[in-house]
C-alpha cells in the first residue's frame, strides 16, 4: 500500500507594513498685539462690518478676517468681480430709495415735507449715477493720453515755464529773465537809449526850442 507524504503548506507572505508618515502639525493662528489689531485694515473692516451686520446674527470674527483677507487677495490678483458686484448691487438699493422716496414726496400735501422727500430721492438718484459710472469706469477704464502743453490764447497770458540754461535750484524764477514785453522793445531806440517820455517844457528866452538857427551856423 502506497502512502502519500503530507507536505506542510507554507503560510502566506506577510506583506510589508505601508509607512505612515507623521501628520505635521497645523500652524496655530498667530495672536496679534492691540497695536497691531488697530493698524490692520482688514481687522478694522471686519469690525466696521459686524457692527453694523447684525441683523445678519452674531458672527465670529476671526472668521469674517479671513475670509474678508481672501477676497482681499482675488482682487490684488485682478478679479474685480466682487467689486463690480458690489456697486451693481448699491446702484439697485439707490434706485429703490429714490423710487420710495418720490412716491413718498408725492403723497405729501405740505410743502415743506414735500421738499424734504423730493430732495432726498434727487440725491439718491445722483448717488445711484454715480455708483453706475464707476462701474462704468471699472468695466471699460479710459486710455491714458499724454499731451503736451499748448499756449493758445487770445489776451495778456504768463506762462511760466523753466527754459534751458537755467538751474532749479538758482533762486531765479523760471522763465521770469526771458519774458520781455514787446511794448518796451518799441519804445527803445536801436543803440540802447530810451525815448524821453517827459512832457515838453514850455518855450523860454533862454533856451527857446524853436529857436532860429543863426547864419553863422547855417550850412
Known amino acids: 500500500m502506497v502512502t502519500k507524504k503530507a507536505t506542510a503548506k507554507k503560510p502566506p507572505a506577510a506583506t510589508p507594513a505601508k509607512k505612515v508618515s507623521p501628520v505635521a502639525d497645523k500652524p496655530k493662528p498667530k495672536t496679534l498685539e492691540a497695536h497691531e489689531i488697530v493698524l490692520s485694515t482688514v481687522m478694522q473692516n471686519a469690525v466696521g462690518v459686524l457692527s453694523w451686520s447684525k441683523f445678519a446674527g452674531e458672527a465670529n470674527l476671526n472668521e469674517l478676517v479671513q475670509d474678508l483677507d481672501k477676497r482681499i487677495d482675488k482682487i490684488k490678483d485682478g478679479d474685480m468681480s466682487s467689486v463690480e458686484a458690489m456697486l451693481f448691487g448699491q446702484a439697485k438699493v439707490l434706485e ?124
Not at 186 to 205: F, K, P
Open 96 to 219: 429703490t430709495m429714490f423710487t420710495s422716496l418720490a412716491r413718498r414726496a408725492a403723497s405729501n400735501d405740505g410743502l415743506k415735507q414735500f421738499q424734504v422727500n423730493l430732495t432726498l430721492a434727487l440725491k439718491a438718484q445722483a448717488q445711484c449715477r454715480s455708483t453706475l459710472e464707476a462701474l462704468a469706469e471699472i468695466k471699460n477704464p479710459r486710455p491714458v493720453q499724454f499731451v503736451k502743453q499748448a499756449n493758445m490764447t487770445t489776451g495778456p497770458q504768463q506762462v511760466n515755464n523753466a527754459y534751458a540754461g537755467t538751474p532749479l535750484h538758482s533762486g531765479t524764477p523760471s522763465g521770469a529773465g526771458n519774458i520781455q514785453s514787446e511794448q518796451n522793445k518799441l519804445l527803445e531806440a536801436d543803440h540802447g537809449n530810451y525815448l524821453d517820455t517827459r512832457a515838453q517844457d514850455a518855450a523860454s528866452r533862454v533856451n527857446p526850442h524853436m529857436e532860429t538857427v543863426e547864419a553863422i551856423h547855417r550850412p
